[in-house]
């Protein structure tokens, strides 16, 4: 019965998070509608436009420069600002995360991502986090709608500058239809510096393999071993036949955080059930990990002659009056780096939220 009682807890308080990326010629700054001869002149850094949408809670469009690389950083950066939105809305993370992502190894189906939910884990921020990655063909959700619609609008707007692109942006969330929910959070806005969450993540000191290829399992959820289910944990010498050990690994634990893997988003079997964390360690492992991640992530690095050539043209083509002043200012400082940027949040408020284990049972604190 306790047993059932958490189950149902952690199905009623789940939040569902979905994030995927918009690439696309028209995010090049400065934009025309009907660009002249000497635009072609002009090298226009093309923006990135990261969307995360928290069922209930908000939608977000976060514009990126050029030069901030398209990463898992980036990706889990846009997350936990979402995150934050979720933990002021209610004043407490939910038990379950459940974010869905593109089947792509380079900034969403891979170890880092891994390591960031299994820290969430590990800190108590979160109960579990199910990682779900849909096979292909079935990749295209209602985010990818939203963004084919907010695109159609950008395409029939001229802009100057990233922060205009972000008013384009805002402008279109504001008046899109959404549920009272996530209407309380409708926002675009430019993501110019991020925490080094890589460095964060990396304190676990865990790899992870074999996450990517045609034969790949597209579920991956971080719990304990006690919320495996009652017919496993009540058997677990069925269980652990499947339970991948480390050599030199401890007798199992209610409190062992594992990573659950199944084949496919919907298989109720599991595939294969690894041990990241002994139960009996994690204490001590608490004590050494830092919970707010710290300094900035590197942006790429400009060469000095592709500065050079792009103030360059910016300064012709503006000197013969085909850009505005605001898109010449754009160029020639974005190029040397000159441009006031916008910051990073000072701190992570969802990443100060605990749940306490009291008799192998979390609440929240």
């Known amino acids: 019965m306790g047993w059932r009682l958490q189950s149902i807890q952690r199905e009623l308080s789940v939040v569902l998070l979905r994030a995927d990326g918009l690439d696309q010629a028209k995010h090049r700054v400065p934009r025309a509608l ?29 514009v990126l420069d050029f030069d901030v690389p398209k990463n898992t950083n980036s990706n889990v ?25 593109d089947n792509c190894s380079r900034e969403c189906k891979n170890q880092k991502i891994l390591k960031w939910a299994l820290k969430l884990k590990i800190l108590s921020v979160i109960d ?46 504001k008046q899109s239809q959404c549920d009272e929910g996530t209407k309380r959070s409708l926002l675009s806005y430019k993501c110019d510096e991020q925490a080094n969450w890589e460095q964060w993540w990396d ?30 944990t009540a058997a677990l010498d069925i269980l652990w036949p499947l339970v991948f050990m480390p050599a030199g690994a401890p007798a199992s634990h209610p409190l062992d955080i594992v ?21 009996r360690s994690i204490p001590a492992l608490r004590l050494r990990l830092s919970a707010q991640p710290e300094g900035l992530f590197p942006r790429k ?38 441009r006031r940027r916008h910051l990073r949040p000072s701190s992570y408020p969802f990443l100060q939220h605990r749940l306490v284990v009291v008799q192998n049972v ?4």
Not at 135 to 144: A, F, I, R, S, V
Request: net charge negative; glycine share 8%.
């Open 34 to 62: 009907h660009p002249t001869h000497s635009w072609n002149k002009l090298w226009r850094p093309p923006q990135t436009i990261q969307m995360v949408h928290a069922s209930g809670h908000g939608l977000h469009f976060a």
């Open 77 to 101: 950066e846009c997350i936990s600002r979402m995150l934050n939105v979720v933990f002021e809305n209610m004043g407490a993370m939910p038990h379950q995360l459940v974010l869905i992502q």
């Open 128 to 173: 579990s986090v199910l990682l779900l990655y849909p096979q292909k063909g079935h990749t295209h959700g209602p985010l990818d709608a939203t963004g084919g619609q907010a695109i159609t609008k950008c395409s029939l707007s001229s802009f100057d500058t990233p922060e205009e692109l972000c008013a384009i942006y805002d402008s279109f969330l």
């Open 203 to 232: 304190e676990i000191g865990l790899q992870f393999n074999n996450l990517t290829g045609p034969l790949a399992p597209h579920s991956f959820e971080i719990k304990y071993l006690k919320d495996l289910g009652y017919l496993e």
């Open 259 to 279: 990573m659950v893997v199944r084949q496919r988003m919907s298989s109720k079997r599991y595939h294969q059930v690894a041990l990241c964390v002994p139960g």
């Open 301 to 338: 690095p400009l060469s000095k002659d592709n500065q050079m050539q792009i103030i360059k043209r910016a300064e012709e083509v503006y000197k013969n009056g085909h850009i505005s002043e605001e898109a010449y200012e754009f160029l020639s400082g974005w190029a040397k780096g000159t």
């Open 362 to 365: 979390e609440y929240i604190a």
